[in-house]
C-alpha cells in the first residue's frame, strides 16, 4: 500500500488555500495521516529558493532560469518529504506542483517548458489527482491583491496575464483529463468542497 499525492491548481486567488484546509482537515478527522506542504516551498532548501524567487521586482533571471529554480525546490521538495510522505501511506496535500511550472514559465517559453519536462522525468512522481479551481479572473484577482502579501511579483501582471494563466491551466486539465478534475470555482466554498470530496471518495476511502 502507498499513500496518495493530491494536487492543487489554479490562478492566483481561485480560493486553493480554503479548499486545501477543508480536505486537510476532513482527512484529519478521518484520522487519515495528512501531510498539507505547498511550492515553491515545503523544506528549508525550498523555502530559500522561494524567497528569491518571489522577490518582488526580481526579473534577473531568464524565464528558463526561472524555471530550473523551480524545478530544483520541487527537487528537494519530492526527496525529502513528498516521496517519504507517500512510501509511508501518509496522504500528501500539495499546493501547486508540475502544472504550475508548464503554466507560469512554459507559457512564456516552450524552451522553459521543454526544460522543466525533462527534469521531472527525473523527478519522477506524478499527482493521483490534480484539483484545477477553475474561476473568473477578475473575482480571482480582486481576492488576490486583497491578501496583499509581500510576494507579489507573479500578481502583479493584471487581469489580461490572469486569463492566459487561467487559459493554459484548462489547455493542460483537458490534455489530462485522467488526472486532473477541473473545479467550478465560482460556487460557494461549501459547494466548491463538496465536489472536490465526491472526486477523492474513490481513491481515499
Ligand atoms: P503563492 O504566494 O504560494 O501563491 P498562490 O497562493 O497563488 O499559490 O505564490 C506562488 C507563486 O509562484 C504563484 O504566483 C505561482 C508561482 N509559481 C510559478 O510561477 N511556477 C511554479 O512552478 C510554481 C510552483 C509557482
Redesign the pocket.
Known amino acids: 500500500m502507498r499513500g496518495l499525492f493530491i494536487t492543487f491548481e489554479g490562478i492566483?486567488?481561485c480560493g486553493?488555500?480554503t479548499q486545501i484546509n477543508f480536505l486537510t482537515e476532513r482527512f484529519a478527522k478521518m484520522k487519515k495521516p495528512v501531510v498539507k506542504t505547498?511550492?515553491?516551498g515545503g523544506t528549508a532548501g525550498s523555502n530559500e529558493i522561494r524567497k528569491i524567487l518571489?522577490r518582488e521586482n526580481n526579473f534577473q533571471w531568464s524565464v528558463e532560469t526561472e524555471a530550473l529554480l523551480?524545478m530544483a525546490a520541487r527537487n528537494d521538495h519530492v526527496e525529502k518529504v513528498i516521496k517519504p510522505s507517500i512510501n509511508d501511506n501518509k496522504i500528501v496535500i500539495c499546493?501547486?506542483?508540475m502544472d504550475?511550472?508548464l503554466v507560469?514559465?512554459g507559457m512564456r517559453s516552450s524552451r522553459a517548458k521543454q526544460l522543466s519536462l525533462d527534469l521531472f522525468q527525473l523527478i519522477a512522481i506524478n499527482p493521483d489527482i490534480t484539483f484545477l479551481i477553475d474561476m473568473e479572473p477578475e473575482i480571482a484577482l480582486r481576492r488576490?491583491l486583497r491578501r496583499s502579501?509581500k510576494?507579489d511579483r507573479?500578481?502583479n501582471y493584471g487581469i489580461s496575464f490572469q486569463h492566459e494563466l487561467r487559459k493554459n491551466f484548462l489547455d493542460i486539465a483537458h490534455k489530462h483529463s485522467d488526472r486532473i478534475r477541473i473545479i467550478d470555482g465560482n460556487q460557494t466554498p461549501e459547494d466548491v468542497a463538496a465536489q472536490i470530496n465526491e472526486s477523492i471518495e474513490p481513491l481515499a476511502i
Open positions: 492566483d486567488g486553493k488555500s505547498e511550492e515553491p518571489l523551480f499546493d501547486r506542483f504550475s511550472t507560469y514559465q488576490a502579501t510576494e507573479f500578481e
